[in-house]
């Protein structure tokens, strides 16, 4: 874990040996459990180090350096579309006060997670097999977030009415984004206001590039309880 312990330390985390021997067994249970779940194309060990561990703790590091988590505090967060657990599991590792609920649709992934999470031996990590669409209309799951982490789920116009319904006024959407950010932006203004939200910033994470732009949305105003829609329609018919 030589390159993830670096990456660490660029962005000033400093890995205990814990939670080094934490991102070896799930580097471990990854390889395990490839090609079963559809759960990664990156296999290779320095490849997860960077593009899965290392930019999910690119992530936790920016919202350290925007207040919006200090290290120790506590925190309800969301991780949408968790797929292998990217974001949530490898910030979970290094955020243990993370209390987090990984939502995943499709069950053979939420499987893996439920998998991983008891061999982390993570505490406080909730696997939901559902679909925001339904997920967020439950009132356990309703505008009770802090935090909602989201990476390759959905277009921002799209992932605007599956996150924000879940996020508490005050709470935040994270969402790393790929090169088209700021057309995604664009196209997300209405969505976003629509569903009770607010663009705070938009920054290119640090790390070897391609970086992701770090999106980050604030909960300003309740999200109308239209919304989500039925599952599919919002990626069917992006709110505009
Ligand atoms: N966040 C992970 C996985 C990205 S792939 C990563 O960055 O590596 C997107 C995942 O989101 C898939 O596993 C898919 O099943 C899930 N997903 C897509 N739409 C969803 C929805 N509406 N509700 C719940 N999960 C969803």
Same mark, same amino acid.
């Given at each position: 874990?030589?390159?993830?312990?670096?990456?660490?330390?660029?962005?000033?985390?400093?890995?205990?040996?814990?939670?080094?021997?934490?991102?070896?067994?799930?580097?471990?249970?990854?390889?395990?459990?490839?090609?079963?779940?559809?759960?990664?194309?990156?296999?290779?060990?320095?490849?997860?180090?960077?593009?899965?561990?290392?930019?999910?703790?690119?992530?936790?590091?920016?919202?350290?350096?925007?207040?919006?988590?200090?290290?120790?505090?506590?925190?309800?967060?969301?991780?949408?579309?968790?797929?292998?657990?990217?974001?949530?599991?490898?910030?979970?590792?290094?955020?243990?006060?993370?209390?987090?609920?990984?939502?995943?649709?499709?069950?053979?992934?939420?499987?893996?997670?439920? !998998? @991983? *999470?008891?061999?982390?031996?993570? =505490?406080?990590?909730? +696997?939901? /097999? %559902?679909? &925001?669409?339904?997920?967020?209309?439950?009132?356990?799951?309703?505008?009770?977030? !802090? @935090? *909602?982490?989201?990476?390759?789920? =959905?277009?921002?116009? +799209?992932? /605007? %009415?599956? &996150?924000?319904?879940?996020?508490?006024?005050?709470?935040?959407?994270?969402?790393?984004?790929?090169?088209?950010?700021?057309?995604?932006?664009?196209?997300?203004?209405? /969505?976003?206001?629509?569903?009770?939200?607010?663009?705070?910033?938009?920054?290119?994470?640090?790390?070897?590039?391609?970086?992701?732009?770090?999106?980050?949305?604030?909960?300003?105003?309740?999200?109308?309880?239209?919304?989500?829609?039925?599952?599919?329609?919002?990626?069917?018919?992006?709110?505009?």
């Amino acid at each position: 874990m030589q390159f993830l312990v670096q990456t660490a330390q660029a962005l000033g985390l400093a890995l205990l040996d814990q939670e080094i021997d934490q991102f070896e067994e799930y580097y471990r249970q990854l390889i395990a459990a490839k090609g079963r779940a559809g759960l990664t194309s990156v296999t290779d060990y320095e490849g997860v180090q960077r593009r899965h561990f290392g930019e999910s703790l690119a992530v936790v590091a920016a919202l350290y350096r925007a207040r919006l988590l200090t290290p120790d505090q506590e925190c309800d967060a969301l991780d949408l579309g968790a797929g292998a657990g990217f974001p949530g599991v490898p910030i979970k590792i290094v955020h243990p006060p993370l209390r987090l609920t990984l939502v995943e649709a499709t069950g053979k992934k939420a499987s893996f997670l439920e !998998h @991983l *999470v008891a061999h982390l031996g993570l =505490a406080d990590v909730t +696997v939901v /097999a %559902e679909r &925001a669409e339904t997920l967020a209309h439950d009132p356990a799951h309703r505008e009770k977030y !802090h @935090l *909602v982490l989201a990476r390759a789920v =959905a277009p921002l116009a +799209v992932l /605007a %009415e599956l &996150a924000l319904p879940f996020l508490r006024i005050g709470g935040f959407l994270a969402a790393p984004k790929g090169s088209r950010a700021p057309q995604e932006l664009d196209a997300a203004a209405h /969505a976003i206001e629509l569903c009770g939200g607010r663009i705070l910033s938009a920054e290119t994470l640090p790390g070897p590039a391609p970086s992701p732009t770090l999106v980050l949305v604030e909960k300003t105003q309740p999200t109308p309880a239209a919304y989500p829609r039925r599952p599919g329609i919002p990626a069917k018919r992006p709110l505009r």
